[in-house]
Each structure stands twice: as C-alpha cells, then as structure tokens.
C-alpha cells in the first residue's frame, strides 16, 4: 500500500519541482517595472485635444525617483511640453499631464525608477486624430498633476548641445584655415 501511495506523489513531487524551476528561471525577467497598459499605448490613434497620458507597470515605481521622466516628441519633432510624473495606481502606475496635442504621429519617451532599484525606459509611437478614441486616464482624474513644462527637446541635457555646437564651430574653422592654407600654396 505504501510503495503504491508513494509513486503519485512522487510523481507530484516531480512536477511541482519542475515549476519551481519554470519560475525561478523566469522571475529575473518579471522583476522590473515593464510597461503592461498605456493610454496612449503604442498604435493608438487617440482625439486630438488629449492632454494625459496613463502608464500601468507590472511592478511598482519609486515615487518621487529623480530618474521618472516621461517626453513626448510631437509632429516634425517637435518637443511636447510634459509636467512631472505622478505616481497613481498605488505606486503601479504614472500620469503626466501634457500640452493639448493637435493632429500627428507622436513618440512617447518613458524611464521610471522600478522599485527594485532598476532604472527602466523605453518608447512607443502613437497617432492623434480628430476621430481618434479618447484617453484612457481614469487612473489620473485624482491625481494632482503638474502642469506641463516646455523642454528643450529630445530629454538631452543642454550641456551636450552647447558642446556639439562647439564642436562643429572648431571643425568649421579648422575647414577654413586649412582652405586658406591650401590656397596659398597653389
Ligand atoms: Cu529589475
């Protein structure tokens, strides 16, 4: 009776440690705050006149990290004005309040502080048009969202294009000097 008793659940003890090992193979993956709804989320076609965006994560984000920032780049690429990001969905989810978007294809530039310590970000394009689905925001309607401010475009810090512009000033320079240079001797 024993040993007929025994191979069942030996056999049980065999599937449930091959789970265990399904998940512990899969938790790193699961670990950080990937983005699981969006509105707008990438393809949407939402109504022009939208002015939220809602991002839902699989994990929690670190309320008040530095590093949470959403950019929204308009059509022709231009720079949306975003506010700060609010942490809604107790701590799951963001709001950012934007500009009113006109007409276009736009592209949302996320990175939020998991609170597993991991700094994650990517980005999506969405289109707005004047028969497009409203926002989805639910999640922001209680939120007290900072009014957006106008950026200097693409999220790069002002530093690095002062010194691009530099750089390029030098290469024109050097282009002339060696020009006049050549001149001369022909
Ligand atoms: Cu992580």
């Keep these: 009776m024993r040993r007929l008793l025994s191979r069942p659940l030996a056999g049980l003890a065999g599937v449930v440690a091959a789970g265990t090992l399904v998940l512990a193979v899969a938790a790193p993956a699961s670990a950080h705050s990937d983005l699981e709804e969006a509105s707008p989320g990438p393809g949407d076609d939402v109504a022009a006149g939208s002015e939220t965006v809602h991002l839902l994560f699989g994990e929690g984000v670190e309320d008040g990290a530095e590093g949470n920032q959403v950019t929204l780049e308009g059509p022709d690429g231009d720079p949306v004005a975003v506010g700060a990001v609010s942490v809604v ?91 006049v240079r050549s001149d001369r001797r022909s």
Excluded at 148 to 171: H, K, N, R, S, W
């Design 89 to 179: 969905d107790d701590g799951d989810g963001v709001c950012v309040a934007t500009d009113p978007l006109d007409a276009g294809e736009y592209t949302l530039d996320w990175r939020v502080m998991s609170v597993d310590g991991h700094l994650v970000q990517s980005r999506y394009a969405f289109e707005v048009s004047d028969g497009g689905d409203p926002v989805d925001a639910a999640s922001c309607e209680d939120a007290d969202l900072a009014a957006p401010e106008a950026t200097d475009g693409g999220g790069i810090p002002t530093p690095l294009l002062a010194g691009g512009g530099a750089v390029l000033l030098v290469a024109a320079v050097g282009g002339f000097v060696w020009r």
